[in-house]
């Protein structure tokens, strides 16, 4: 789901006051004082009938707030388990990943020097023909490998009654592919092989009856769509995201590769269900990349999946091309709910954003966002946290538009509470993002650059540069309107003069501009740091507006430990 980039109280649908009204400790008390009332009224009158059914009634109701009080413990014991069976099972899909590193410059390792050439000597090669008639003809080595080995392991390739010594491994074949001077492989470099050289005779409808075609196919897009699975994981976690950004700015160009090569009309119709499934999981690990950077690439993919007759009327793949889902038919209840709910956010976020990039929010459409959005809200299953978190910081946008700003940190408060045992770290990093505009716009200017400085360090470890670009310009133009306060985000040197503290803010604003181009009013406010700094007289070069960062903002631990 996707987050936008208040005044009346109002209580968010489903508020965790119900976890204080059923604390154990407190529903066992009132269950004792119900049966130690229910004996003193017994004792006082004696057999009164009247008195009886009073105390039956207090001891039915004890029995009934403790085993109330029973069930909900064990909901959410149960719940806590299942919690930590998923976290478990995500730390050791991850566990194995190891940092891809940043590129290193001048490396002479290139892509294909043009498409391969045909050759009629090599008409009777099978494997040259099934490699010809992949999605890509450029492959790592374990990627290579694995197509190699599920073509020798094609039921016609490799008979049964074959003894293990006549056997050809993958390393053997990619060899033999290698070697003379019309060799099919060429190796470009490290572990980067391209098809060069390919039989003449060897038509995509003639290479798809083989069933070699039909075993490579598989094992190349299942090769990436594990580690992209496991990649788009670990993105969400605090410890590895890092490194799955890395990943996935290598990696994203090539994955794309596949999807579109998969997806041409002649190619997409002879794309098994197995293989389909596959790009399925490549494509749901490129909507998690794409969330991220906000890259337009995601409704592209949608549609483009949609050619493959598999996922035509896939609900996900519908709702990334922007179409509603189809009837629940016999969808189980849980799932047909949740693709209610992020149909009606989507709706809702497109609403807005229409609006917004208009420059005109319209009274209408900030009630029907909000309906949508709390529908949306209720629909979400409860496991759904990063989901909910989406609603929630969006609804508290819509409210802060309407000047609801009560109702928005209700919802944000909220927010914050569903991320507090460590789940959707990027969710709780823009709640505090957005929190701070609202302490911003409530006056408590403080406690707004608090928030920013605790969202800028979590998008930092979260090698986010969008959301750290967005909260390099809060802080930014906070300091150009109000450089009174830059000793709670400067070293008491670099904030003893409004001259130094608006420099530096200069420096952010030019930052913000580089890591997240999109954010809106940082040229604004880049140029009152330039005209606010030649308030002060004639500015030196050496004293005027930073084109880079000289000095980060203090984090908040960092301020805390001042």
Known sequence: MTRLDSSQPERTP?????????????????????????????????????????????????????????????????AGLRE???????????????????????????GCPGPPRELAHSDDDKTAAVLRHLPVGEFETAALLAVLTAILEAPDRLPRNDPPSTQRTAHMLLAELCV?????????????????????????????????????????????????????????????????????????????????????????????????????????????????????????????????????????IRLRGNLPPTGPGNRPLVLSSSLSARWKHQVAVRRLSTAQANQVVSTSALPEAERELKAAWWLLPRADVAGQVCALINLAIVHTHQGRLAAAQDRLELAESLTESGRDPGGRAHTHEILGAL??????????????????????????????GRCLQHLGSAMVVAPDYGSHLLPPRLSSTHHTVVRQASGWLAEARRLNPSVGLVGYYADKASAELRTFGPVPESRGALSAIDHWPLLDSEQRNR
């Open 14 to 78: 489903r508020s965790p006051i119900l976890e204080g009204l059923l604390g154990t400790a407190e529903v066992i008390a009132w269950a004792l004082v119900l049966e130690l009332g229910r004996n003193v009224v017994i004792s006082s009158f004696g057999e009164n009938a009247t008195v009886k059914a009073i105390g039956g009634a207090l001891r039915g109701l004890a029995i009934m707030l403790v085993l109330i009080a029973g069930s909900y413990v064990a909901y959410r014991r149960t």
């Open 84 to 110: 930590q069976r998923r976290a478990d099972r995500e730390l050791a899909m991850v566990a194995g990943l190891a940092d891809p590193g940043d590129p290193v410059a001048g490396g002479r390792v290139g």
């Open 180 to 316: 003379g001077p019309d060799s099919i492989l060429e190796h470009l470099g490290s572990d980067r092989y391209c098809v060069r050289r390919v039989p003449r005779d060897s038509g995509l409808e003639t290479v798809v009856a083989d069933e070699k075609w039909w075993a490579a196919m598989p094992a190349l897009v299942g090769h990436y769509a594990d580690h992209a699975t496991r990649w788009a994981i670990a993105l969400e976690l605090t410890p590895t995201a890092g490194a799955a950004r890395r990943w996935f700015e290598a990696k994203e160009p090539y994955l794309r590769e596949i999807l579109v090569g998969c997806t041409k009309y002649t190619f997409a119709q002879h794309i098994s269900f197995a293989t389909a499934c596959e790009l399925v999981r490549i494509s749901d690990a490129l909507d998690v990349w794409y969330t991220r950077t906000e890259s337009v690439g995601r409704l592209e993919m949608a549609r483009r999946l949609r050619f493959i007759e598999a996922l035509k009327e896939l609900p996900l």
């Open 439 to 468: 302490c911003w716009a409530r006056g408590e200017n403080v406690i707004a650059l608090r928030y920013w400085q605790r969202a800028l360090g979590s998008y930092l470890t979260l090698a986010d540069d969008r959301g750290t």
